[in-house]
Structures are given as structure tokens and as C-alpha cells.
């Protein structure tokens, strides 16, 4: 008797759409933002608000994956609404929309320390809200934060896991070097922190930002009380124990001095189509230490960091990833990972203390 067909597995259904909250106190903006994300199938705006005030009273009502909440609003601006958005929901995940200014990227990165997911600049013009750049990091950041909020494995999930093809370089690393964008503040915060202060290598960071938000994130950085954070200055010589962020708009490179190396800013053209970018820093970190340097790769969207990374690793040095599971967006370590570059793919929780075993004596 022959065995009944069995029937091919049915496809996983995919995940429900995005709920978002739209918090602004324009309504020219808050359409304009719903367009945006309504034209995505994967998202859905389930409701608006003109105030912080009206927002927390909808969030009561109505759920949400992720609010848009505007900083400045009246009757309650966004950093006075955060806390009580999240004492009705606390995994919802807001993102702050700052202005492009020095006040505006101080109060966005300010409001990540006190439970923000992440921010995205809003544009001075609203006619800018249509840039093809601020319409894929916003659906992005809101894709990736309603993932994390649901707990919902990656999409990707099915494919075969990363090949961790290489082993960890012979030789202490002379440099740590981070490399970060989509997502990347609120990692990068988490990380520096879990690192701790007694760092015996100077930390190179390329983070994707604006001018005005990189300031503003070395003082955040400084102000976790672990490694001293400032933007890197031209022929600065680098030091032991502290971090050198890429000032927003320029590239940071990396050269020998005596006893040494030293920072030094390049305002060639974008990379990746991104100024400060990932891969020269790492390129010229790979020439500048002899491939003694351990890179970090954190969320982010695209593959900048690739090509550095595979220089820093074909002159023995030694790359860790960001997992897909902690990540906003896979994009940049996903792209190492799956080249085979890395010695570890690792939740950012387990990162600092992989990063600490490497740097005392380069193998884990």
C-alpha cells in the first residue's frame, strides 16, 4: 500500500504590521511622516497626537510598537512625555525627532540615557521629510525597533547562520575600533559602558551622523563615567583608555607617529555614500598598527566596514559582530558575518566582555 503524499510545510506566515504613533505638534508633519510609513506594507500609523499630552493619553487606549515623538511640543514637549509613555507601555520604543541642531542632538541623545530607543534628525524644511535618506532610516529604525519590541525572530532567521571562519589574531590588538549607524547611538552607549574604564588601547569610533549629534555623542559617551569621549582632532596623538569619535562630515584615519598613532581628518569624498565612513578608518587603522587592531562592528544599515574589515583581517587582525537578533538593523555586521570575517556574531549584551578578553592578550 503505497504511503499517503505528504503535504509540502505551509510558508511562515508573516508578522503582523508595525503599529506606530505618530507625536507631533504639526500637522503638515505628522501627515507628512504618515505617508511615509503608511506607503510601507510592513507598517501601520494606528494613531496621532498634537501634544505629549494627547500622546500618552492615546497610548492608553490605543497600542503601539513605536511612537515618532516630537521634542518640541506645548502643553508637554517630547522629553517630559517619554517617561510617561513608557510608564503606560515600557517596551514601547520611541524615537526621538530632533532638529539638525547643536540643542536639538543635545536633548535627542539626553532622552536615549532615559529610555528613548533611538532618534532620527527631522529635516528644518518640510519639504525635506521627501529626502529619499530620511525615508529609509526612518522606516528602517521604525522596522527594526518594532522587531526588537516583539521579541519576533528575524525574517532571516531561516537562512544558514553566519560561517565564523576566523580565529582571533595572535597579537595583543593595538586599537579597538567601532563601527556603527543605524541603531548605533543607543548600542554604542550600552557598549562603551559595559566596557569599562580600564581600556590599555586607545578606541577609534566611526558612528554615521551629523555634525552637530557627533559633539554632542562624545559628551554622552563621557558621561557614562567610563572611557573619556571626544571628537577626534586633526594630529591629535591617540591615547590608552580613551575614545576618539569621527566629527560628523569627515573621515578619520589613522597614522604612526612616535610611540604611537595619531588622528587625522579627511574631508575626501563620502564613502558608502556616508561622511565620517567606516571602511577608511578601518583601512588606514589596518595599515597604521600592522593589523593589530580589533574591530566592533555594531547595527547599522548597508555594508560600510566591509572592505575595511576584510583589510584589517587579511593583516591578521580580529573582527566581532553584532547579532542580527540585537541588532536594529543587520545591515553592516551582517555584511562581515556572512564575508566570513569575524571571530564571533554576539547579542551586544555579550560584546564588552568578548572585546575585554581579546585586548587583554588577543585570543578569548
Request: charged share 20%.
Amino acid at each position: 500500500m503505497n504511503a499517503a503524499p505528504v503535504a509540502p510545510p505551509l510558508p511562515a506566515a508573516a508578522p503582523p504590521p508595525a503599529r506606530v504613533m505618530i507625536c507631533d505638534d504639526s500637522a503638515v508633519i505628522r501627515s507628512a511622516i504618515a505617508r511615509i510609513l503608511d506607503a510601507d506594507p510592513a507598517i501601520t500609523v494606528v494613531a496621532r497626537a498634537g501634544n505629549g499630552r494627547e500622546g500618552v493619553a492615546t497610548l492608553t487606549r490605543i497600542p503601539a510598537d513605536v511612537v515618532v515623538l516630537d521634542i518640541e511640543m506645548p502643553e508637554m514637549d517630547g522629553i517630559a512625555a517619554l517617561p510617561e509613555l513608557l510608564k503606560v507601555d515600557p517596551r514601547v520604543r520611541i524615537v526621538m525627532a530632533s532638529t539638525l541642531t547643536t540643542r536639538g542632538a543635545d536633548i535627542a541623545l539626553r532622552a536615549l540615557r532615559l529610555g528613548a530607543a533611538d532618534y532620527i534628525p527631522k529635516p528644518s524644511a518640510v519639504t525635506g521629510l521627501n529626502d529619499d535618506g530620511f525615508r529609509q532610516e526612518l522606516l528602517a529604525k521604525v522596522k527594526g525597533l518594532a522587531r526588537l519590541r516583539r521579541g519576533v525572530p528575524p525574517r532571516a532567521a531561516s537562512r544558514p547562520a553566519p560561517a565564523v571562519t576566523r580565529a582571533a589574531g595572535a597579537r595583543a590588538p593595538a586599537l579597538l575600533a567601532i563601527g556603527s549607524s543605524t541603531g548605533g547611538p543607543q548600542a554604542l552607549l550600552r557598549l562603551i559602558a559595559d566596557l569599562g574604564a580600564d581600556i590599555a588601547v586607545p578606541v577609534i569610533v566611526t558612528q554615521h551622523m551629523p555634525p552637530a549629534f557627533t559633539a554632542m555623542l562624545a559628551t554622552h559617551i563621557t558621561a557614562l563615567g567610563a572611557l573619556p569621549c571626544t571628537e577626534a582632532r586633526d594630529r591629535e596623538r591617540l591615547l590608552p583608555g580613551r575614545a576618539y569619535l569621527a566629527p560628523g562630515d569627515r573621515h578619520l584615519l589613522i597614522e604612526t607617529t612616535a610611540g604611537g598613532f595619531q588622528a587625522r581628518l579627511s574631508d575626501a569624498p563620502p564613502v558608502n555614500y556616508c561622511r565620517p565612513a567606516v571602511d577608511p578608518m578601518l583601512r588606514s587603522a589596518a595599515a597604521a598598527a600592522d593589523g593589530r587592531v580589533l574591530v566592533a562592528m555594531l547595527t547599522g544599515m548597508g555594508h560600510d566596514g566591509l572592505e575595511g574589515t576584510r583589510a584589517v583581517v587579511a593583516a591578521g587582525g580580529t573582527a566581532i559582530a553584532q547579532d542580527e537578533a540585537s541588532s536594529v538593523v543587520w545591515g553592516m555586521p551582517g555584511a562581515i558575518a556572512q564575508a566570513g570575517l569575524c571571530h564571533a556574531v554576539l547579542p551586544l549584551g555579550e560584546l564588552a566582555g568578548r572585546l575585554r578578553a581579546l585586548l587583554r592578550g588577543g585570543r578569548p
